[in-house]
Structure formats: C-alpha cells, structure tokens
C-alpha cells in the first residue's frame, strides 16, 4: 500500500478510530467509576544485621548464633532470599493476623486471602512490603501490623544464643570434674613414681662402667705398652746378633772363636734367656766353654743363625699383636677381651644388661607421665575455654541483636491505587482509537466483489 492510498483510506474511514476511541473511552470511564477502589500502603524495612559480639578470649569468638533459619549463610543474596521467605511464611501470617484482630472481616482473616492482597520485594537493602485493600487505613494497618510482626521475629530468632547458659554451665562443670581427676591422677603417679630412683641407679652403675672401661683401657695400654718394650728388647737383640753375625762371616769357619767373641755370643744367648722368658731359648754354651774349649767360627755361626731366626719370629709376633690391640682400642671393642680376668668381663656384661633394663623401665615412666600431663593439660584448657565461653554466653545472652528494623511506616494513601478514572479513560481511547484505525486498514485492504 502506497502513502497515498494511505491518505485515501484515512478519508474514507476516518470515523472508525474515532468512534473506537470514543466507545472504548466511554466504557473504560464507566468500568472505572463503577469498579471497587483497591488502595496500596507501601512498609519499608532496613536489613541492618546489628548483631553483639562478645570476645572474652582472642582465640574464641561468641555471637549471636543464628538458629535453622539463618544457616550459617554470609552471601547477601542468599541472606536476602532467607529474609523474604521469612516475610511469607505462614507462622508469621497467623502472628499478623492475630495482632490485627477483629479490623478483618471474617472472609478476609486467612492467610491465603492475605497472601493474595500483599507483594513483598527486596531493593538493596530495603524489604518492600505491599498491602492492598478496600479502604486506605485498612491497607495501611495492614502493612504496618506486618512490618513489626516480622521486624520483632526476625530479630527473635537471629538473636537467640546456641547453646543457653544453663546447657554451657553444665558442660563447665562436666570440664572441671574432668580436669580435678586428671590433676589427681597425674599427682598420684607422681608420689609413686620410680622415675628419680631409677635415674639415681643408672647413674650410679654407669659411673662404675665407667670405672670399669677406664680401666680396661688402662690395662689395654698397659700391655700394649709392653709389647713395645719386649719389641724393642728384640731389635736390640737382633742388632746385637746381626753385627756378630756380620764380623763371624768374614773369618774362616775352622777358626777358633777368640774369648772376646765367645763373650760376646753368650752375652747375646744370655740376654735372649734372662730379658725375655718367652723367647724359650736355651744356653748353648758347653762344658768345653768354662774348661776353655776351642769354638770354631762355623759353631758360633750356627749359634747366631737359631737365635736371629727365634729373635724375628718373636718379633713378628709381638707387631702382630700390637697392630691387633691398636685396631681394638680405635674400633672400641671389649677391651679386656685380651685379658685373662674373666669375672672383670661378665660384670661389665651385668652392668650393661642392668642398665639397659633400668632405661627401658625408666622411659616407660616417662612416657606414662607425659601421657598424664597432656591429658591434665587438656583437660584444663578445656575447662578455661569453658568457663570463657560461659561468660561470653552470659554477657551475650542479656542483649539483643537488630537484624532488621522499619525504615518507613505506612501511611494511609490519598486516591485508590486502582482504578483511576483519568488514566482509565485515556488508556481506553488510546486502545479504542488503534483498534479503529486497524479496522479501517482491514476494509481497505479487503477485497471487494465488483473488482
């Protein structure tokens, strides 16, 4: 359709938005005069959340602690959705409808009737509760009597203290009576305990192992010492021997030994003999020697060779045994091992049996009164945090928390909510005049039967 056939149809049928405007006016007029005025009272609470905390120990805190309703939720959103649904709870209409009494005619005092008549929404930190009714103080009774009820069990129920001061008072008590028998318990095993005899005995036999190892290594380096000695002794000996044997090989072997040189030989045979026991060597001089006998160069030889071949396995012996004994004292093993006092052993091996006995003894006492005291010591933080906790209860318990409070009370409104007469009207004709106008389209564009 052209914008000048619009033109042309807006001419021809120009009566048709006006009489729809003016029709759907004039009953839009007459429904709203004759219509029942609705008037709307409008209450505003403040969700404040004002709630003691008492703090008597800076590791515990006690607030107000919210009961089922409050479930320990901190999001506000989630806070807020609690507090509405509060708002429409049918405990909280009953209140209501209980505090407005006989102002409600008889069809209108039920919960469902008044749950239809009122909206509640949240802005912010605002809960909006709208009554309507037939008449304005009525609507505004309505929400009024609403806003305190809920104001007062909102603020009821998130400022009762869990648990009460009788129940916590009792818990004190329970506390106490466990911390006084854990501190006799402990106290008893004191008096009784063996821990200081035990102490005192295991110091007692360690100072006499001591003893005993001290000597051990005394004796360790005693000997030790006297195979050093009897090593030198040898090397003495053997020098002596060797130097003999040395000015013996340069002479002939059928030369006779002069008495100088057969001195010297019993000398070295004599001081092998009577220096050193073990050595368990024999004198080899004869009967010929004090008679003066001739003794040739390949005797005396011969003489030398035994006793320089006795000298070096003795000598190899004692090094052994020294080098064992040092390897001993460095590793720390059973010194008197290579003594000959064998009681001297099995007392050390008592001792050590003894005291490692007394140690185990010793540390199950220990761990036994340990035990003790972190169960007193328990018992007793137990009991102050307690006894904390009951004074905190008991100050928290005498005030009150505002969780909620009215920001605005309803006020009885000047003119009905609805209907309004004017805006009624206006809206009709509006509605009227575009019906209208869509009628005369629709003819236009109908297709007639001469065409």
């Given at each position: 359709m052209t914008f000048q056939e619009i033109i042309l149809t807006l001419r021809r049928r120009f009566w048709l938005p006006v009489a729809g405007a003016l029709m759907a006016g004039a009953v839009a007029l007459i429904l709203s005069l004759v219509w029942p005025p609705v008037y709307e009272a409008e209450a505003l609470l403040l969700i404040t959340r004002l709630r003691p905390a008492v703090t008597l120990d800076p590791r515990f805190q006690t607030v107000a602690e919210e009961n089922v309703v409050n479930l320990s939720v901190q999001e506000e959103q989630v806070r807020r959705q609690t507090l509405v649904g509060l708002a429409g709870s049918h405990d909280l209409w009953i209140k209501v409808l209980e505090r407005l009494g006989d102002s409600l005619p008889p069809d209108e005092r039920s919960v469902d009737f008044m749950q239809g008549a009122t909206d509640i929404r949240t802005e912010g930190n605002?809960?909006?509760?709208?009554?309507?009714?037939?008449?304005p103080a009525k609507a505004a009774a309505i929400a009024n009597a609403w806003a305190e009820t809920y104001q007062e069990q909102v603020n009821r129920l998130y400022s009762n203290t869990s648990p009460g001061y009788?129940?916590?008072?009792?818990?004190?008590a329970n506390a106490r009576t466990a911390y006084e028998a854990a501190q006799q318990e402990l106290e008893s095993f004191v008096r009784q305990s063996?821990?200081?005899?035990l102490t005192r005995q295991i110091e007692q036999r360690q100072q006499v192992l001591a003893n005993l190892q001290a000597g051990q290594i005394a004796a360790a380096r005693q000997q030790v010492d006297a195979f050093l000695a009897r090593t030198n002794r040898i090397n003495q000996l053997l020098f002596g021997a060797r130097s003999l044997q040395t000015h013996l090989a340069a002479l002939p072997a059928a030369e006779q030994l002069t008495p100088g040189e057969q001195f010297a030989l019993f000398s070295l045979e004599a001081g092998a003999f009577t220096h050193w026991i073990t050595l368990s060597l024999s004198l080899e001089l004869g009967q010929g020697w004090l008679e003066q006998a001739d003794v040739t160069v390949g005797q005396g030889a011969a003489r030398l060779d035994r006793l320089i071949a006795r000298l070096e396995a003795d000598r190899t012996a004692a090094q052994a045994e020294i080098a064992d004994r040092s390897l001993a004292l460095l590793r720390g093993e059973e010194l008197l091992a290579y003594g000959q006092d064998g009681a001297t052993l099995e007392q050390i091996a008592a001792l050590q049996a003894e005291i490692g006995r007394l140690q185990?003894?010793?540390?199950?006492?220990?761990?036994?009164k340990q035990d003790l005291m972190d169960a007193c010591n328990l018992a007793r933080e137990n009991y102050l945090t307690l006894v904390r906790k009951g004074a905190e209860v008991q100050i928290a318990s005498q005030l009150?928390?505002?969780e909620v409070q009215i920001a605005a009370v309803a006020h009885e409104p000047d003119e009905p909510a609805f209907p309004r007469p004017l805006l009624t009207t206006g809206l009709g004709i509006v509605a009227g005049g575009l019906a209208g106008l869509g009628l005369a389209f629709l003819l236009a564009a109908w297709p007639r039967r001469d065409q």
């Open positions: 605002l809960i909006a509760f709208q009554a309507r009714a037939d008449r009788e129940q916590i008072q009792a818990q004190i063996r821990e200081n005899e185990a003894e010793l540390q199950q006492q220990q761990a036994l009150t928390g505002t």
